[in-house]
């Protein structure tokens, strides 16, 4: 049994990083049809999915680490001799940030609301759990 838990952890993965299900099946040494009855199973799409949010949090923090010696590579061509890379990386520097400070009030005014909502919810919660039943 290990072996076909092995076998659909591979597929899972392969098909989690984009591979065809006919590339995928062929990579493993596994028929087609069966790689497609086992995505027939809600628990192997859902290993699926998992394996894809996995890959993508990783992802995104490479992506952040990049971001940041991305800006200081920016911060450093700001102050370039030449007056056309400086122009540009203020630009590139002025419109990121407006853009990453907007997010950020975004994200701010949802959890916000978000709170408000989740505290309304309880609230009303409270107050049936409180009513009499007829």
């Keep these: 049994m290990t072996i076909r838990r092995d076998i ?3 597929l899972a993965a392969r098909l989690a990083a984009g591979l065809t299900v006919r590339d995928a ?4 040494g596994i028929g087609e049809k069966t ?3 086992r995505l027939a199973d809600p628990a192997f799409r859902q290993r699926i999915a998992e394996l894809r949010r996995e890959m993508t ?3 995104i923090g490479q992506l952040a680490d990049g971001m940041t010696h ?3 590579e920016l911060r450093r061509l ?3 001799a030449n007056e056309g890379i400086r122009l540009r990386a203020c630009i590139a520097l002025l419109d990121h940030g ?4 907007a997010l950020a009030d975004l994200e701010e005014r949802i959890q916000s609301i978000e709170s408000r909502v989740n505290h309304a919810n309880t609230a009303a919660t409270l107050g049936q759990d409180r009513s009499p039943t007829g």
């Design 98 to 101: 407006l853009k990453a400070a």
């Design 8 to 10: 659909n952890e591979l």
């Design 57 to 59: 949090a990783r992802a």
């Design 25 to 28: 099946a062929a990579e493993l």
């Design 35 to 37: 790689a497609h009855r």
């Design 78 to 80: 700001a102050s370039s």
């Design 70 to 72: 991305a800006v200081d």
